[in-house]
């Protein structure tokens, strides 16, 4: 058997492959399951023990000179082959592939470009957990206990005490009980209204609150940031008006309406045809909310604001129904991919 061995490992050596054929012909002949190693493992298994050492270490060199010899023509004559297959059949004057990317989806183009403008005038980003108790989304906020919103119409809730945010002003609340003044951040995340879904209403949303928190800050300092915020946003001939509003927690409170971006403000259904669309809630912080979150009303006051991110993003891409947002249409989402 040593003498075969020898033979063999000559062979090999001597063995030059020259074309994916004979590579295909050396591998039949030497490596599959029926060629000539294999038929050496098979002798080697029934020879005698004292000369299976000496015998064992030629028979793993020869296999090796085997896979060396296969491995190195492999690189040469397996690789030209399929490039020679792929280029019989590219054809460089066919148009591209076009590559199907993804895109960001237009609620956080609309979010991003909201937080990117706060950024600027340096509010923080702050965010908070999506199921609240009732202290940091009602009771702090000086909802009276009674309080409509606090009913089953309007909040998920989980138990007496707990249920999912109906606001992100919820984190304001957290951020006023953890940090002391000056506060200057904005809040983006998820909210849930037990509504009914349509067009215009959805069960969750998406807003956008913000607070401003020093000493001395007034309505004018209210007015002047949303101001700025609209002409960054909307750009610079849209128009603003602030009209007086309720909200628990905030006095005087006020609603901000921008001149439709659809009609110019000549009247349309998206406007019902006042010209005017609503995109926001604001107001004076109200002195018992300072006070439940452990900030002196005497030293400080502030203003607070909330939008709604569907809103917006409604009026900047003339969406009509809301819910085209959530039901991953790739239609619709593919025309948000390249902003
Ligand atoms: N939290 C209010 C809402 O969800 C918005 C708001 C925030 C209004 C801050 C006034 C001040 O509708």
Redesign the pocket.
């Known amino acids: 058997m040593k003498e075969k061995l020898e033979e063999l490992q000559t062979k090999i050596e001597q063995t030059i492959i020259s074309s994916a054929e004979e590579l295909e012909q050396f591998r039949l002949t030497y490596l599959s399951r029926k060629g000539i190693l294999n038929d050496l493992f098979e002798e080697f298994k029934i020879i005698p023990n004292e000369t299976k050492k000496d015998l064992g270490k030629l028979m793993n060199a020869v296999k090796q000179d085997v896979q060396e010899k296969f491995n190195d023509a492999s690189v040469l004559f397996q690789t030209s082959a399929s490039h020679n297959k792929s280029n019989i059949q590219s054809d460089l004057t066919l148009p591209a592939e076009i590559e199907n990317i993804g895109g960001r989806h237009p609620l956080s183009l609309v979010e991003n470009e909201i937080v990117s403008i706060f950024n600027k005038i340096s509010f923080t980003i702050t965010e908070g957990p999506e199921i609240e108790d009732d202290w940091h989304n009602f009771s702090a906020l000086n909802f009276p206990e009674n309080h409509p919103a606090r009913d089953m119409q309007d909040t998920f809730f989980i138990d007496k005490e707990v249920a999912l945010r109906?606001?992100t002003?919820s984190v304001q609340v957290r951020l006023m009980e953890n940090q002391k003044p000056p506060l200057r951040a904005i809040m983006p995340g998820r909210?849930y209204r037990n509504e009914a879904v349509s067009a215009r209403a959805n069960c969750f949303f998406h807003?956008v609150?913000g607070i401003y928190i020093d000493k001395k800050v007034s309505f004018a300092d209210l007015k002047q940031t949303l101001y700025y915020f609209v002409k960054e946003m909307f750009g610079e001939d849209v128009k603003v008006r602030f009209r007086p509003s309720f909200?628990p927690?905030?006095e005087p409170?006020a609603e901000m309406d921008i001149s439709c971006l659809l009609c110019k403000g000549e009247g349309c259904n998206v406007c019902k045809y006042t010209g005017w669309v609503e995109i926001l809630?604001?107001?004076m912080i109200d002195p018992n909310v300072l006070e439940n979150c452990g900030i002196n009303p005497e030293e400080y006051s502030g203003f607070?604001?909330?939008m709604g991110i569907e809103r917006i993003a409604m009026l900047k891409y003339d969406v009509k129904d809301l819910r085209t947002y959530f039901t991953n249409d790739v239609s619709f989402l593919k025309q948000f991919s390249q902003l």
């Open positions: 109906t606001h002003s909210v807003q609150e909200f927690f905030t409170s809630g604001c107001g607070a604001f909330g």
